[in-house]
């Protein structure tokens, strides 16, 4: 015995010597109950816990697996109808067990790998339990989604890198299963479950989430799904151009057949294209075809008036003659040995007489004219076209109405002949083809034109009524003119009138004045003058003399002096 322990027990026996009979009772039960207790604690600690072997199981699940174990010896512990429990030792066996039976219930592992912890378990296995455990979830909660029957999630993450660019991003996959009778699903639950799988996944961005459906194709490429709408709205924009093109050129040429004829007008175009629809066919076609025509065995001369063409119908390849010829004794058959022939009797008296048998056979091969095309056709071709036309009649003035208020009109419509003229032009600018169902109309309407007589009788009267007035007006112009010269007249001649007057009381006051001064000189009287009458009477004087010396002066003088007045 180690002198430790020796020394433990004489001091326990040292200490139990000098207590009374009740406190080593005491005592005594107190260690026997640690013991105990220790004892079942090693029992206990030395037993192994049992692990979760199946969880949130279908009732019909649940009973086909407890009976499978049963049958198979493994000794399992249950939770409810929907949880099994099992020796940690055990579980892979029974794993491997019930997968022969094909026992294992459907199901995927979300959250509940963490229910167990084991203290042996590293950080990888940790992280895996994580990335699976997220991946199980997700698809548990996908599978809530409508139209999804199943969902299988995998998630990639990457390494943590020193340098934060050269860490790679998280990334999802994701594969769908549809539940009977959904075909796709729609772009807003495509789009629900890129967001709630990117929002569920730390780092996650959505561009880094690819969800396929059922056949591997990726369904939230709506990149691409946009650019293929694009493609065939493109496309679609270019069927309708080429189709505009084309009706636009049929639209041209129809108007200038009808233009020539019907766009001179008084009142303008009398024709009106109603519809023109030119509708194509974009279906593509290869035809094959094999023709057979006739040999040409003499072409035809241009030059001629007349045709030396010469043709037959196949051409010889080879031939064959064959030729058999028999002459002698024939016989009958009668059949097998031992039997009576069955031979009427008097055809059998002439059996056996001499015969005589030709065959000729000919076999002739011919070849043909034979002509293999393979066709294929352009990507579109004038499927329909259907026109409608309006034509109206020539209007024709007579002239004037006697009241002036407007013009007086005679209608000529359009004759059926000419109907018929202008829509066989038309079949012709179009191309007409009753064979494809082209439709054509030319009728006569005539245009209601109201309003254009009316603008143009109210013409009429405004020029009318202009031409009245400028009639007036020069009137008047010219009644102010005489006038005005009559005015200019009168007053010229009462001036004149005056002048004379007053130049006729002048003379005449110059006349008595010049009496007076001689009656007054014959006097001997002197007067004396003022000098204003005194250089009048020199003036007067000059005036005298010098009309007497020059008379052609004084005249030219007189005429300048009435011309200014």
Sequence with gaps: MPPFL??????????????????KIILGS???????ALVIIGSVSSEKSNVVLFKNMETKDFAAVTNKLGEMGFHYTTSGTDTIFISPDKRNAAMVALAQENLIPQGVHGWELFDIDKWSETQFEKDIKKQRALSGALANTLRQVKGVERAQVNLAFPAEELFQEKTEPVTAAILLEYKPGVEKLSTKEIKGIETLVARSVPGLKKENVTIAGPDGDVINDFDNEIDKQKAEIKDVEAKLRIQESQRVRLL??????????????????????????????????????????PVVMTPDDPRTPYSEREV????????????????????????????EPNIPPGYKDRDYQKAKYVKKETIKNNKFNETHRKIKKQPWELERVNL??????????????PDQSGYERKYLGVTDEELLKVTDVLKKSIGFDIGRGDQISVKHLQIDRSKQFEAEDEELRAQIARRKLLVGILITLIALAIAYVAYIFIKREIERRRRLREEELAARQAMMRDAALRAIEEEGVEVELSIEEQARRAMIENAINLAKERPEDVVQLLKTWLAED
Excluded: C, M, Q
Aim: net charge negative; charged share 40%; glycine share 8%.
């Design 312 to 339: 037959k119908d196949s051409l010889e390849v080879s031939s064959k003659t064959t030729t058999e010829e028999f002459d002698g004794n024939g016989f009958t058959p009668e059949g097998p040995a031992g039997t």
């Design 388 to 401: 409608a036309v309006l034509l109206d009649g020539k209007w024709e003035r007579l002239g004037v109405k």
């Design 252 to 293: 041209s040429d129809i108007r200038k057949s009808l233009t020539k004829f019907y766009g001179e007008g008084v009142y303008g175009d009398r024709y009106d294209v109603v519809r023109l629809e030119a509708k194509l066919r974009w279906d593509k076609e290869e035809l094959e075809r094999n023709e057979v025509e």
């Design 30 to 36: 107190a260690a026997a109950v640690v013991v105990i």
């Design 6 to 23: 020796k020394n433990l027990l004489d001091r326990l026996k040292e200490l139990t010597s000098k207590l009374d009979a009740t406190k």
